[in-house]
């Protein structure tokens, strides 16, 4: 397949992120929405789309799924304007050389902070869930410490009582009663 703006060769890649085409020659490349959502978090995405506008252009990229001519969109990512051909209908965009790393932007500043905020709560839960169960588990050990004194007491208790019972010839017992 050729390059709808340069006419060189498209060949199809795929990472663990995303699966796109890119024309050898010029850089650009055929990208599908829900990867580039990928690189915001997907409100985020949703509102640079909803926030971009149509602009009057010659430019007739095709859509690679259904081969109807993509619009011509603005976008504003992190106060950066880029130019990209979205089809509205098969949510395919096509990127020039580098306008990737315009929509990545976002990604670095606002998101990041949001993620660290995230990700030091996440550890600080960690951290108060593992104290929670250790002080708990201390307070455990604790009570079963103080029943197993209590036992061990018990059981010393009834060692002398059995003791002096073996030691006498059993009378001790009644004498409350007999006197």
Same mark, same amino acid.
């Given at each position: 397949?050729?390059?709808?703006?340069?006419?060189?060769?498209?060949?199809?890649?795929?990472?663990?992120?995303?699966?796109?085409?890119?024309?050898?020659?010029?850089?650009? %490349?055929?990208?599908?929405?829900? +990867?580039?959502?990928?690189?915001? !978090?997907? /409100?985020?995405?949703?509102?640079?789309?909803?926030?971009? !506008?149509?602009?009057?252009?010659?430019?007739?990229?095709?859509?690679?799924?259904?081969?109807?001519?993509?619009?011509?969109?603005?976008?504003? #990512? $992190?106060?950066?304007?880029? /130019?990209?051909?979205?089809? %509205? $209908?098969?949510?395919?965009?096509?990127?020039?050389?580098?306008?990737?790393?315009?929509?990545?932007?976002?990604?670095?500043?606002?998101?990041? &902070?949001? #993620? !660290?905020?995230?990700?030091?709560?996440?550890? +600080?839960?960690? #951290?108060? $869930?593992?104290?929670?169960?250790? !002080?708990? &588990?201390?307070?455990?050990?604790?009570?079963?410490?103080?029943?197993?004194?209590?036992?061990?007491?018990?059981?010393?208790?009834?060692?002398?009582?059995? $003791?002096?019972?073996?030691?006498? +010839?059993?009378?001790?017992?009644?004498?409350?009663?007999?006197?």
């Amino acid at each position: 397949m050729n390059c709808p703006s340069c006419a060189g060769k498209l060949y199809k890649y795929k990472t663990h992120d995303a699966a796109y085409m890119i024309c050898d020659s010029c850089f650009g %490349h055929y990208f599908l929405e829900a +990867d580039i959502k990928k690189l915001h !978090k997907p /409100k985020i995405w949703d509102q640079i789309i909803s926030d971009a !506008k149509p602009i009057k252009s010659k430019r007739k990229i095709p859509c690679i799924k259904c081969k109807n001519k993509m619009v011509e969109i603005e976008v504003n #990512n $992190n106060d950066q304007i880029v /130019k990209i051909d979205r089809c %509205h $209908n098969c949510k395919i965009l096509w990127l020039d050389q580098d306008e990737i790393e315009y929509l990545q932007a976002e990604k670095c500043d606002l998101e990041n &902070a949001l #993620n !660290k905020e995230k990700i030091i709560s996440e550890i +600080d839960t960690i #951290n108060m $869930n593992s104290l929670i169960e250790s !002080k708990l &588990a201390e307070v455990y050990l604790d009570s079963q410490l103080q029943d197993m004194k209590l036992m061990r007491k018990e059981l010393k208790k009834r060692e002398k009582q059995s $003791n002096a019972y073996k030691n006498s +010839d059993g009378w001790e017992i009644f004498e409350d009663f007999l006197y």
